[in-house]
């Protein structure tokens, strides 16, 4: 089977200091993937250069371009004091195909509405982003998400700081993209949520340390390395050289 994201001693970094080294691997048509690991593991970064915000200091990113890559960024990245109101804060999940300047249609506003209550956000239309609760906010965002229609979802930390009940409503959404065979990639902290939920893990710390099915990636040896392996891990250090390494793919 094809892959849907295929990394190639991938590096990723800032200010040519490296945040993520030499990951290679697939990512299957399909797959629900968590990608778990330490703070300052690199999950953030891996997702910033699959959606084309981030270029590769080294090595590659190949399968779908960004633009046909749906993208949830953390909250606390949303600047939430633009004013905004929920309907046309969502309704940026159709600017691929009406464009930025697009007029939004009889069609689209059904479109909108439908994922609005999807989300269950119905009556907070006129709201301003900015008067929402977090977890109102996380909705939001899943609602524009679902309006782009992608194969490839990619979602930073979409339970952070969340309540149960918009966690537990949020996952069946997943569940469904899943159900439906999208591509689905999370960043999450939840271990026993990534073992209830994802059947395949990508535990980065940096690189990876395993790859694969989750029971067999998240065990006490594994989590232990990445632990180590993050506090050990030198931010000063200059970029280094391409390698020919790999990981389990998915």
């Known amino acids: 089977m094809m892959a849907q994201l295929q990394f190639r001693d991938l590096t990723l970094g800032y200010d040519r200091h490296p945040a993520v080294h030499h990951l290679s691997g697939d990512v299957a048509p399909g797959a629900l993937l968590a990608v778990v690991g330490p703070n300052g593991a690199g999950k953030s970064t891996l997702f910033r250069g699959i959606v084309g915000l981030l270029k590769p200091l080294a090595g590659t990113i190949a399968g779908l371009k960004p633009r046909e890559i ?26 691929r195909t009406t464009g930025i300047f697009g007029g939004i249609g009889a069609a689209a506003r059904q479109k909108i509405a439908q994922a609005i209550a999807a989300v269950g956000l119905t009556g907070f239309e006129s709201r301003g ?48 993209w899943h159900g439906e065979q999208r591509t689905v990639l ?3 902290h939840d271990m026993d949520m990534v073992r209830a939920h994802f059947p395949q893990t990508l535990l980065l710390a940096r690189e990876a340390v395993a790859w694969g099915p989750t029971a067999e990636v998240l065990t006490a040896d594994n989590l232990l390395q990445a632990r180590r392996m993050c506090e050990a891990f030198d931010d000063t250090a200059a970029t280094c050289q391409p390698q020919q390494r790999s990981a389990r793919a998915a």
């Open 70 to 95: 749906a993208y949830l960024p953390q909250i606390a990245d949303i600047d939430r004091s633009f004013p905004i109101s929920v309907f046309d804060f969502v309704s940026t999940g159709l600017w």
């Open 129 to 176: 982003i900015g008067t929402l609760s977090g977890g109102q906010m996380q909705r939001v965002l899943f609602a524009r998400v679902l309006l782009q229609d992608a194969r490839v979802i990619v979602l930073d930390e979409p339970f952070n700081a969340m309540d149960s009940k918009t966690s537990a409503d949020l996952l069946r959404l997943i569940e469904h």
């Open 186 to 188: 999370a960043a999450l």
